[in-house]
């Protein structure tokens, strides 16, 4: 079952015997954001990986795509841009790259390749001729939560199973406030044990939305499944 935010503050607060303590509770506000982040870059999380979405406008050579996804940390985050309407991928280069080549910047087609420029923009090249859509595989970053109410896996995007790591790692960090001694074992734990389970329960989710399909499988009649395809591919059907 997943958590909020103010059951995680309540579950330390009771374990380390601080109940009712509302200044203690304000204070472990600043330690979950601190370890939101520190989660997300402890392990390649499955549900770290997302996808976006956008269509481009003919002659407009530059996306933000700060609005499509609010959690993606940087362009260079990018992992797959995938051009579904003419079914290719694009190449990532660097923009002097393109500027070197086409200093006019008056080229124009579909796109074949994509620059990332500053925190959340991309540059096509070439310039779109026209409207075409362009999904993208992009790892994200923590949100924070602002509530109380705010649900960890809603709002932050951790799941059930990778809530308990975060409640640990909270414990941990809160211990530093009594200088409590068992807070170095805490610590050794997390690392050869519960960070382990973590790891674990996530790679059983790896075949959700991690990847793309193949354009075989977009084609094919519904209820074609990707071992379906493998196994055309690879054994002829059998």
Same mark, same amino acid.
């Given at each position: 079952?997943a958590?909020?935010?103010?059951?995680l503050?309540?579950?330390?607060?009771?374990?380390?015997?601080?109940?009712?303590?509302?200044?203690f509770?304000? &204070?472990?506000?600043?330690?979950?954001?601190?370890?939101?982040?520190?989660?997300?870059?402890?392990?390649? $999380?499955?549900?770290?990986?997302?996808?976006?979405? &956008?269509?481009?406008?003919?002659?407009?050579?530059?996306?933000?795509?700060?609005?499509?996804?609010?959690?993606?940390?940087?362009?260079?985050?990018?992992?797959?841009? $995938?051009?579904?309407?003419?079914?290719r991928?694009?190449?990532?280069?660097?923009?002097?790259?393109?500027?070197?080549?086409?200093?006019?910047?008056?080229?124009?087609g +579909? @796109?074949?390749?994509?620059? @990332?420029?500053?925190t +959340?923009?991309?540059?096509?090249? @070439?310039?779109?001729?026209?409207?075409?859509?362009?999904?993208?595989?992009?790892?994200?970053?923590?949100?924070?939560?602002?509530?109380?109410?705010?649900d960890?896996?809603?709002?932050?995007?951790? @799941?059930?199973?990778?809530?308990y790591?975060?409640? +640990?790692?909270?414990?941990?960090?809160?211990?530093?406030?009594?200088?409590?001694?068992?807070?170095?074992?805490?610590?050794?734990?997390i690392?050869?044990?519960?960070?382990?389970?973590?790891?674990?329960?996530?790679?059983?989710h790896?075949?959700?939305?991690?990847r793309?399909? &193949?354009?075989?499988?977009?084609?094919?009649?519904?209820?074609?499944?990707?071992?379906?395809?493998?196994?055309?591919? $690879? $054994?002829?059907?059998?």
């Amino acid at each position: 079952m997943a958590m909020t935010r103010l059951q995680l503050k309540n579950n330390v607060a009771i374990a380390l015997e601080r109940p009712g303590d509302t200044d203690f509770l304000t &204070f472990l506000d600043s330690r979950i954001d601190q370890m939101l982040f520190f989660l997300f870059d402890m392990h390649d $999380w499955n549900w770290k990986h997302k996808s976006g979405t &956008f269509n481009t406008v003919a002659t407009y050579s530059s996306k933000d795509l700060s609005l499509a996804s609010a959690d993606l940390r940087s362009s260079q985050d990018l992992e797959v841009l $995938w051009d579904s309407t003419n079914k290719r991928f694009l190449s990532k280069v660097d923009l002097h790259i393109i500027r070197k080549q086409y200093p006019g910047g008056l080229d124009a087609g +579909k @796109p074949t390749r994509y620059a @990332p420029w500053g925190t +959340k923009t991309i540059y096509l090249d @070439p310039i779109p001729d026209g409207t075409y859509t362009l999904n993208y595989l992009y790892l994200s970053k923590a949100v924070l939560p602002t509530l109380d109410a705010d649900d960890l896996e809603t709002v932050c995007g951790v @799941p059930d199973y990778c809530q308990y790591l975060l409640e +640990k790692l909270v414990l941990a960090e809160a211990m530093v406030i009594d200088n409590d001694s068992r807070r170095d074992n805490l610590i050794i734990e997390i690392e050869k044990v519960w960070k382990r389970i973590a790891i674990d329960a996530d790679m059983k989710h790896l075949e959700s939305t991690a990847r793309f399909k &193949f354009w075989e499988e977009e084609l094919a009649p519904y209820g074609t499944t990707y071992d379906d395809y493998l196994r055309h591919v $690879w $054994w002829d059907g059998c």
